[in-house]
């Protein structure tokens, strides 16, 4: 309907049919008069009202119910229409003021126009109306649209970024992952190392708390262990109103006794509560005990030619440990007999009337002080104990080449060097086994001797001195100077090389060893076996020898000896 009003008029109500051909001030035809705009209205009212009929009314109702899309584009045009209206309206009629109506023209023109009705404003309005809601309504969603797309376009920009972040993220942690066992593991290490080193100072710092402390441990230990011995044994002692000459002692005649009837260890001890004259020895008088490596071959050679002393038949016997499973009170009678008669040779004593000391030197013995020592103390009350100990690490490389040459057991089958004396090393301590002999034994019955004082040329002859007067012996004989016996290079025909190891192991295994010298020295100072500064001092240097030696840097090639 509209598009047939538009078709009809313009905005001035002149018909499109009858409007000149020509226009402008310099047109041929006469221009009809301008009309008032009340006066178009009109025409336009007019010319709608006869124009519009019922049929063409309900066309449009249904082209408009089934195209809507039809009538927001014909909105649409009508608004750029009256757009256009509004503005070329007034223009126009100045036009028409400024031409001069041609003859006969003018009249018609107006009154063709004062026929058509003016347009409906009420219509245009309306309409106009109604398309400002749908155009009000598209730009708001085309700015809603705008509004959502730049957030994703924002998240496609940022996505790149974000996934080169969270890559760079999960890089760092697999690298912290990668790094962080090898961290922890060198953090322990560390802790271990600082624990050891605190551990060290605190006992080569002062040692005297710790002899204090077991000081008094050791009073209480020995306290209770003579009264347990004074209650279940006691010894006859030496007599001097009891001596006839060529008259056998009371204990002589009853270990007789012992060798010819009832060659047993509970015998001895029983023969052991009779009056002896002074100078015979009780048997056995003494075990040298231990440890493997420390010139305990040595000092049993220099021990066996002494004149006091009744010659062995062998040096380890192993008896204790061997056939008796370190139970003395366990010991199968059969190899009582063989001990006592074979080993312990008692008839050759007999014969020199008791006047020469018998021993043994088994050096499985000091390191199962736990097992053996109550129970060697049960069967030999009276035993006096040698040790000696040799600096820790040395030692132990020279028991396992020891085991290499013979091949015996060996820790590198299955371990190279370092981890076999890391899991070797803190079980095999002195401090244990030493405790556990100090708790059977009285003190003044056990002697440590110092392997690295004891071989050395300023020191060996005193110590060879304080060992036999510890044993009641004569300290000037026979000689003061260790025989070279079992040693390695002997039985290599050469020095050997030494073993490999690097500076930073060497120093760990140091550490380790540490606090067991330490307190070592602390019961060598308590008991009156020595200088306890002094003998921590040898093994500090021969730590320092060994390092003194090796290459540069922590990876730096060490020979141990």
Known sequence: ?????????????????????????SGHQAQAPPLSRAASLAATVTITATAVGPKDARRATQRTSRKPQLVALAAGALLLLLVLFGGSSGWREAAFERQPAQPGEGSVRRHRKLDQPPPQPLMVQGLSLEVVPVVTQQAQQAQE??????????????????????????????SQLDVAPVAQQQQQQ???QQELEHQAQMAAADVAPIVQQQQQQQQLIQQAAAAGATQEWAEGGEDDSIWREGVPSPYQAALQRCADVEPSLACLKEAARQKRYRGQYLFPHFMIVGWQKCATTSLFHNLKDHPGIAIPVEKEPEYFSDECGYDPLSCPPDSQRKYIQETLFLPRVLRHGLYRAMFEGSTHYGREGAKLAHGLRQAFPWLKLVAS????????????????????????VKHDLFDCLARELPWNNYTAPIAAWLEAFPADQLKLVQYESLTSPEHEADDLRAVKSFLGLDPDEPRSQLPQSNKRAARLGQEPEGWKLRRWQYERLIEVVRPDAARIAALVQQHGWGDGGQWLANWEAVWQVNLDGCGPGPEGECLIS
């Open 389 to 412: 100990l040799r600096e820790p690490i040395s030692r132990f490389l020279s028991m396992l080449g020891h085991n290499v040459d013979k091949s015996n057991y060996n820790c590198l």
């Open 145 to 174: 649209q705008q509004q959502q797309a730049a957030p994703r376009e924002q998240q496609q920009q940022a996505a790149p970024q974000e996934q080169q972040q969270q890559k760079n993220e999960q890089q760092v942690q697999m």
């Open 1 to 25: 309907m509209l598009a047939r009003q538009l078709s009809l008029t313009d905005g001035l109500g002149t018909p499109r049919h009858r409007r000149p051909a020509g226009g402008g001030a």
């Open 190 to 192: 560390q802790q271990q």
